[in-house]
């Protein structure tokens, strides 16, 4: 089965609000990283987060691996924010290759 | 410092080419990755490189896929012959070792016609 779930697929954001999103995990992980990638765009890496919590400017992550997962929240979005966000699942020994998340598609609500 | 460069950003190609991607990792990086990005299958693993020994050889794509690592500052992935499902975005990315980040490539996207 698929060892890395993203949810939701997609989220429609008014700018001001607040958002989550979510990986779990099926197997064991040396970490966790989180990309953002706009349309067209290559993958740009905003964490590389092998357990507890990080912050780089409005977004944290946290992972928590007994939980088997990983989240990234959004504070105070912004148009800007919009694209895909990704998790990517780096398994544990030598075999560094990522195991990525399907994605969450982050939509702009236009007023 | 420059980060991952892959050549060309954009190819063209007839079904039954033969075409080779080409990518540049960090310096001093030692893991090297291909990676092909789809709508349908999203991100899968191609190759992986680490000091330039294949680690990793994606099953499913071995086949018409290869890809070569000659010396630590350049890789290349040779499709031959290509096929129109071969369009897609090929992605190469390094990492200085395990337990490090992966840094991304601008792409190559492909199309086969």
């Known amino acids: 089965g698929q060892q890395v779930q993203q949810s939701p697929a997609s989220l429609v954001l008014q700018e001001g609000e607040n958002a989550e999103l979510q990986c779990n995990f099926s197997?064991?992980?040396?970490?966790m990283q989180w990309f953002y990638q706009r349309p067209g765009g290559s993958l740009v890496s905003l964490f590389y987060?092998?357990?507890g919590t990080k912050h780089s400017g409005r977004l944290t992550s946290t992972t928590v691996i007994k939980e088997r997962r990983s989240s990234l929240h959004i504070s105070s979005s912004q148009t800007t924010d919009s694209g895909t966000y990704l998790c990517?699942?780096?398994?544990?020994?030598?075999?560094?290759?990522?195991?990525f998340g399907s994605g969450t598609k982050v939509i702009p609500c236009l007023p | 410092d420059a980060g991952v460069t892959q050549t060309p950003r954009h190819e063209v190609a007839e079904k039954g080419q033969t075409i080779i991607l080409k990518c540049e990792p960090v310096?001093?990086?030692?893991?090297l990755f291909w990676y092909r990005q789809t709508k349908i299958q999203g991100l899968e693993l191609l190759s992986y490189?680490?000091?330039?020994?294949?680690?990793?050889d994606g099953g499913a794509f071995k086949d018409r896929f290869k890809a070569e690592m000659l010396n630590s500052s350049f890789s290349t992935l040779k499709i031959q012959p290509t096929e129109p499902k071969d369009s897609a975005v090929y992605l190469c990315?390094?990492?200085?070792?395990?337990?490090?980040?992966?840094?991304f490539g601008p792409g190559t996207r492909l199309t086969v016609l």
């Open positions: 987060n092998p357990s």
């Open positions: 197997t064991s992980l040396n970490s």
């Open positions: 310096s001093g990086h030692n893991d």
């Open positions: 990517a699942l780096e398994p544990p020994g030598f075999a560094s290759a990522l195991t």
């Open positions: 490189f680490r000091s330039k020994s294949l680690m990793e």
């Open positions: 990315a390094s990492s200085l070792r395990t337990d490090y980040e992966q840094y």
